[in-house]
C-alpha cells in the first residue's frame, strides 16, 4: 500500500537555548529532520509533508535541500501535535494509502521498525509505535484491553494506576490518510494543556468501533532531542552504534572511542583507523586503508592501500588513489591525487591534480586563489616537487620534472624539465659577525638606557 509521511518539526525548543530551529541541530554531521527523513525514506513514501515552524524558512531550506521534492507547510501557531499534523492535510490532497507521522527531533527509528508498522496495518486501523523505558517518567502511557490498544493518556492527564503502566507512547502514528484527518478533525483540547493531541485519535477510533494495534520498538529508537544534553546524548548513542557497527564489518578501530563517525561514513573492511579520527559527511574509505591518529577527513574518497595522517586534512573533493601517502600536516582538498604519489609532510594542496608515483616535498603549496577565483595546479606522473615549491596556478608541471627546492614557479615546466625560481644566492664574507657585533651593541645600549 502507498505510504505518505508527515514530519512534525514545528517546536521552537527553548531547552536548547539557540536561535536555531532545534531540528536544524546535527547529530553525525546532519541535521535531526535528516535522520527522519532518511528512515522514513526506506519506505519510499509517495509524499514526504515536514511541517515547519519556528525558523520555518532555514528549516525549508534544508530539507529541499535533502529532498527537493518535499513539502514544507507551517504550522503558525504551536496548538499542539493533531493541529501541527493537520496543517499537512492541503499537502496531501489527492494522495491515497497510509500515513505515517514522524517527529524531526527523534532521530534513531529505524526503517525497519516503520515497515512493521506499515505491516501492522493490515490488522489496524490505528497503529502506534509503543516502548518500554527503564524509566516511565512522564511519558503518555498506552492503555491496552488484551491485545488492542483502548486509548493513549498523557502523563499530566494519567491516573495513579494508569501512571503504573510501563508500556509508553512514543508519538509515532500509522493510519489510513483520509481516516486520520477524519479523526484529527474531532480532536478537542479538553486537557490539563489545553492543546489538541494527535494521541487523541486512537480513542476517537475505538469509538467508531475500530481498532487500534501497537508495535514495540527498543525504547533507544525513541529517543528525542529536547536539550543541549540530550542532543550530546544522542550523538553518543550514535557513535557507540555506529563504532560496534564498524567493528563487526571487519573495521580495526585501535581506540574506537577516541573515533567519530558521521551519519554516511562508509568504509570498507580490513581498514584501520588509529585513534583521534573524525569522519565528516561524505567520507568513503575503501578496504585495507591506513587512517593514522588526528586525521580529519571530510568530503573525500580514499582507495584501497592508501595511507592518510597522522594530522592530515582532506577536505571536500580530495581523491586519492590507491597506494597513495599522505603524511603529517599535510592538507588536501579538491584534488585528484593517482596511484602511488606521496605527499608526505607539511603541504598543501587545492584544485590540482598530481600524478601516479609523484613526490611532493615538504612545504610545498599550490597557490590557487587569486583572491576572486579559484586555479588548478597540474602536477604529471613521476615529477618530483622539491621542498618549499610554491606552485602559482594555473601551472603545469609534465611528466618526470623537478623543481628547486625553495623555488617559485609561475610557468608550465617541459616533462623532464628542471626548473629553479629563486635568487642566486650571494656570500658576504665577515658581514654576519659585523652584524651581530652591531646588534649587541644595540642591546646592551638600550639596557643602560
Do not use: W
Amino acid at each position: 500500500m502507498p505510504t505518505a509521511l508527515i514530519i512534525l518539526a514545528a517546536g521552537q525548543g527553548t531547552r536548547m537555548q539557540s536561535d536555531r530551529p532545534k531540528v536544524l541541530h546535527e547529530v553525525a554531521g546532519a541535521p535531526l529532520i535528516a535522520h527522519a527523513m532518511a528512515a522514513g525514506a526506506a519506505l519510499d513514501p509517495v509524499r514526504t509533508v515536514i511541517v515547519a515552524g519556528h525558523g520555518a524558512d532555514a528549516v525549508r531550506a534544508a530539507v529541499l535541500d535533502l529532498d527537493p521534492d518535499a513539502a514544507v507547510v507551517e504550522q503558525t501557531e504551536q496548538l499542539g501535535t493533531a493541529h501541527a499534523a493537520a496543517q499537512a492535510r492541503a499537502a496531501l490532497d489527492g494522495v491515497t494509502g497510509d500515513v505515517i507521522v514522524l517527529y524531526g527531533d527523534t532521530p534513531f527509528i529505524r526503517p525497519e521498525t516503520l515497515a512493521a508498522m506499515a505491516e501492522a496495518r493490515a490488522h489496524h486501523a490505528v497503529v502506534v509505535l509503543g516502548f518500554e523505558p527503564a524509566d516511565p517518567g512522564r511519558y503518555g502511557r498506552l492503555v491496552l484491553a488484551g491485545d488492542e490498544l483502548e486509548r493513549i493518556v498523557e502523563y499530566k492527564d494519567a491516573t495513579e494506576a494508569e501512571r503504573q503502566i510501563g508500556l509508553c507512547n512514543s508519538g509515532v502514528i500509522a493510519c489510513d490518510g483520509t481516516l486520520l484527518f477524519d479523526l484529527i478533525a474531532e480532536v478537542g483540547n479538553d486537557n490539563a494543556a489545553g492543546e489538541y493531541y494527535l494521541t487523541d485519535i486512537v480513542g476517537l477510533a475505538r469509538a467508531r468501533g475500530l481498532s487500534a494495534g501497537v508495535v514495540i520498538c527498543d525504547a533507544a529508537e525513541t529517543m528525542g532531542v529536547n536539550s543541549r544534553a540530550d542532543l550530546a546524548a544522542a550523538e553518543s548513542a550514535f557513535q557507540t552504534s555506529a563504532r560496534a557497527q564498524a567493528l563487526d564489518n571487519g573495521i580495526t578501530l585501535i581506540a574506537p572511542e577516541t573515533v567519530f563517525l558521521a551519519f554516511d561514513t562508509v568504509i570498507g573492511r580490513d581498514t584501520v583507523i588509529e585513534p583521534n579520527v573524525v569522519f565528516g559527511p561524505g567520507v568513503t574509505v575503501e578496504s585495507g586503508a591506513l587512517i593514522r591518529a588526528f586525521s580529519h577527513l571530510e568530503g573525500c574518497h580514499v582507495s584501497r592501500g592508501a595511507v592518510v595522517g597522522p594530522f592530515a586534512r582532506l577536505r571536500p573533493g580530495a581523491e586519492l588513489s590507491e597506494d597513495v601517502r599522505v603524511g603529517n600536516f599535510v592538507e588536501i582538498k579538491n584534488a585528484l591525487v593517482a596511484e602511488g604519489a606521496k605527499i608526505n609532510h607539511l603541504s598543501y594542496i587545492g584544485d590540482a591534480t598530481v600524478g601516479a608515483q609523484a613526490n611532493i616535498g615538504a612545504g610545498t603549496i599550490t597557490c590557487n586563489y587569486d583572491g576572486v577565483f579559484k586555479h588548478r595546479t597540474e602536477i604529471g606522473a613521476q615529477a618530483f616537487i622539491g621542498s618549499d615549491t610554491m606552485l602559482v596556478a594555473p601551472v603545469r608541471v609534465g611528466a618526470g620534472a623537478m623543481t628547486g627546492s625553495g623555488s617559485v614557479i609561475t610557468g608550465d615546466v617541459p616533462a623532464g624539465a628542471l626548473a629553479i625560481g629563486r635568487a642566486r644566492q650571494q656570500n658576504k664574507p665577515g658581514l654576519a659577525t659585523k652584524l651581530f657585533e652591531r646588534l649587541r651593541a644595540e642591546k646592551a645600549r638600550r639596557k643602560r638606557d
